[in-house]
Nanobody, 125 residues
Framework: VQLVESGGGSVQAGGSLRLSCAASGYTYSSICMGWFRQAPGKEREGVAA????????YYADSLKGRFTISQDNAKNTVYLQMSDLEPEDTAMYYCAARGAICVGAYWDIAGIFGYWGQGTQVTVS
């Protein structure tokens, strides 16, 4: 599975960005795709996830209402729409995939995802 992120950049506080993750090379009938982020000196944290087979979505509680994950099956692409961005959102954002369903109890554990993109930087000032 190959994952390629795009859409990162620099934005002022209060602005918006949409990240994209294009997936290829997978044959799983069920796949969970997630967005994680990692700021310098901090652990990687789960941002959101979506179950491609069923459409269920999962969010970090602190980001609900500002971030939205969505999918375009025709393009094999998952998006992360980020609004009302804050300096604390500055981080490298990674797309991840898991060849199984998303599980609500642990969708945000990085270790269960076997495939990762290279990351895209988001800087909010």
């Amino acid at each position: 599975v190959q994952l390629v992120e795009s859409g990162g950049g620099s934005v002022q506080a209060g602005g918006s960005l949409r990240l994209s993750c294009a997936a290829s090379g997978y044959t799983y009938s069920s796949i969970c795709m997630g967005w994680f982020r990692q700021a310098p000196g901090k652990e990687r944290e789960g941002v959101a996830a979506i179950y491609i087979g069923g459409g269920s979505t999962y969010y970090a509680d602190s980001l609900k209402g500002r971030f939205t994950i969505s999918q375009d099956n025709a393009k094999n692409t998952v998006y992360l729409q980020m609004s009302d961005l804050e300096p604390e959102d500055t981080a490298m954002y990674y797309c991840a995939a898991r060849g199984a369903i998303c599980v609500g109890a642990y969708w945000d554990i990085a270790g269960i995802f076997g495939y990762w993109g290279q990351g895209t930087q988001v800087t909010v000032s």
